[in-house]
């Protein structure tokens, strides 16, 4: 019998990862991540905040529901550190991050890990909709079953050590018999709604805590096209992402997206649908699962954020092991600071983060 950790953020998900676990034949502990940086308390206390204080509580019932024991860790100085500050780095140098696959890598996969580790317990389970498969040698990352809730994309900087002591229950699971499955067993959380919000951002806007944490990054500056002729002045460069078309503050007389952002020079790029298109992108900071490294150039379907579909392409490494993705179709809105995570049918071959794109 191994002993799992099961990180409990409070939601269906984790409650029925739980309970897996248990009825797989493990010994169970609930251990929920006490993430918050400091926060007046009727903030802490909203409902539907992954590891908020109602969400702690959450967790907590349900354990005493299933007889397993729970915990809270207080990773509030890590995450402060790690995925905080990250974020607020990456948008002021005018990129767009992804703080959830930040918060995988280091957070539940690295801290979370290394307290599971002393707690002398073999593996840790969350709720994420994924799957992994040992085959060859490696421990590989496969897409969910239900691909409409597959997370996979946020989970491709998971390293093979971190692979092999990482379980995902409900990754063979639609999410209607997650539900279904909590609401026979009496959890609380069996018709809880899913967090959409990033979870740090308490007041629904990423420009407001941007501007009490980096106040250079909310700096009026110039909009320009591509040509370098000024249309308009911006309120701060935080406030654009690369493809946003709404929200601009000019008037062009035909549809104009944001197609560059120039932190150096505060400047904000924007420009017909046409520019908004590129070939491929070159990618950094890379992470391989399928194999130890590529080989040379190889197929793949990449997928540039985490809504997006996976499109077709060549991959080829660089130097300094980066990759060059070049579609077979241009794309729009290739976004620096995000992800392009790279696929083999189901199996994340592995991905990096956008550095640029290639025109």
């Not at 918050?36 to 802490?44: G, I, M, Q, R, S």
């Not at 007041?203 to 700096?219: M, Q, T, V």
């Not at 309120?235 to 197609?259: D, E």
């Not at 994340?348 to 956008?354: E, H, K, L, P």
Request: with cysteine.
């Amino acid at each position: 019998m191994s002993r799992v950790v099961v990180a409990m953020s409070g939601g269906v998900d984790s409650s029925v990862a739980a309970f897996l676990c248990q009825e797989a034949g493990h010994e169970v502990i609930g251990m929920t991540m006490q993430i918050w940086p400091d926060a007046p308390e009727e903030v802490l206390e909203r409902e539907g905040g992954c590891c908020s204080l109602s969400a702690v509580e959450d967790a907590r019932r349900v354990c005493s529901i299933l007889g397993i024991p729970h915990y809270v860790t207080n990773l509030k100085r890590e995450f402060e550190h790690e995925v905080i500050d990250e974020f607020v780095e990456e948008y002021s140098r005018g990129r767009t991050p992804n703080p959830c696959i930040t918060c995988n890598k280091s957070l539940k996969f690295g801290h979370l890990l290394r307290r599971a580790g002393e707690l002398e317990a073999d593996f840790v389970a969350t709720g994420h909709y994924a799957r992994i498969e040992h085959r060859g040698g490696r421990y590989l990352l496969r897409k969910a079953a239900d691909e409409s809730k597959d997370q996979s994309y946020a989970l491709y900087s998971l390293d093979q050590e971190q692979l092999a002591r990482a379980l995902f229950p409900v990754g063979s699971l639609e999410k209607s018999e997650v539900r279904r499955i909590a609401r026979e067993r009496g959890l609380p959380t069996s018709e809880k709604p899913e967090s959409q919000d990033i979870c740090f951002i308490t007041d629904g806007s990423y420009r407001e805590f941007l501007a009490g944490k980096r106040p250079a990054s909310l700096a009026e500056g110039p909009i320009v096209d591509v040509q370098g002729r000024t249309l308009g002045t911006h309120p701060g460069i935080a406030h654009f992402t690369v493809g946003q078309r709404k929200g601009l503050g000019i008037a062009s007389g035909k549809p104009v997206y944001v197609v560059g952002i120039r932190p150096e020079s505060n400047t904000v790029v924007v420009g017909t649908w046409e520019e908004s298109l590129a070939r491929g992108l070159v990618a950094h900071d890379c992470n391989w699962i399928e194999f130890e490294q590529p080989a040379g150039p190889f197929r793949a379907d990449a997928k540039i954020r985490y809504k997006s579909s996976p499109a077709p392409a060549l991959v080829t490494p660089v130097e300094g092991g980066a990759v060059e993705v070049l579609f077979d179709r241009p794309q729009r809105a290739i976004t620096p600071g995000q992800a392009v995570v790279l696929y083999h049918d189901d199996v994340v071959a592995g991905g990096g983060t956008i550095a640029s794109s290639i025109s």
